[in-house]
T-cell receptor, first 114, second 113 residues
């Protein structure tokens, strides 16, 4: 079945460092891809999305490009801040099935120190 | 918009007691999802509804868990009887018809002693 694999955490960086969190997926068809972020003590929030191959999602300085050839959707940010410390989840949706559940990865914890 | 509302935010109960978690989805959203999050198992989908109808409850751990959605603006997740292994954060999420984007509530942290 469809699945999402994220890099193991935690990822520990200094402020202003470059961030990459790897995400690969297995799916039949062409799913939509998402990154969600969970700040301490809160629910998940949608960070960015891409709905088709070669689309780039971006928000708050984060970017991810939908790569069909490598089945990947890696999250990147050029300069992280302490406030970016959170858990990041990669997710995919069943194509053509809006209103169905998303399939989430296990999450990657990011810790940024000043 | 108020977002997805969950209550209570924290619940501490003793083993064997009944627990009811509540969720109010965003107005106009027609899909509702219940998730459970633990350190060991991560984020798990328990059940979801479309137009108040349960679509997939294969993630519900066992018969002690039940969920209802009597109308478009309210859902409950009930655990009876509760056990210590049910301790987790329970999230409710909703989405708009035709959209894949889910909006999560703040969660209910359940502790069963």
């Amino acid at each position: 079945g469809d699945s999402v694999t994220q890099m193991e955490g935690p990822v520990t960086l200094s402020e202003e460092a470059f961030l990459t969190i790897n995400c690969t997926y297995t799916a039949t068809g062409y799913p939509s891809l998402f990154w969600y972020v969970q700040y301490p003590g809160e629910g998940l929030q949608l960070l960015l999305k891409a709905t088709k191959a070669d689309d780039k999602g971006s928000n708050k300085g984060f970017e991810a490009t939908y790569r069909k050839e490598t089945t990947s959707f890696h999250l990147e940010k050029g300069s992280v801040q302490v406030s970016d410390s959170a858990v990041y989840f990669c997710a995919l949706s069943d194509p053509g099935q809006a209103g169905t559940a998303l399939i989430f990865g296990k999450g990657t914890t990011l810790s940024v120190s000043s | 918009d108020a977002g997805v509302i969950q209550s209570p935010r924290h619940e501490v109960t003793e083993m064997g007691q009944e627990v009811t978690l509540r969720c109010k989805p965003i107005s106009g959203h027609n899909s509702l999802f219940w998730y459970r999050q633990t350190m060991m198992r991560g984020l798990e989908l328990l059940i979801y509804f479309n137009n108040n109808v349960p679509i997939d409850d294969s993630g519900m751990p066992e018969d002690r868990f039940s969920a209802k959605m009597p109308n478009a603006s309210f859902s409950t997740l009930k655990i009876q009887p509760s056990e210590p292994r049910d301790s987790a954060v329970y999230f409710c999420a909703s989405s708009l018809k035709g959209s894949y984007e889910q909006y999560f509530g703040p969660g209910t942290r359940l502790t069963v002693t």
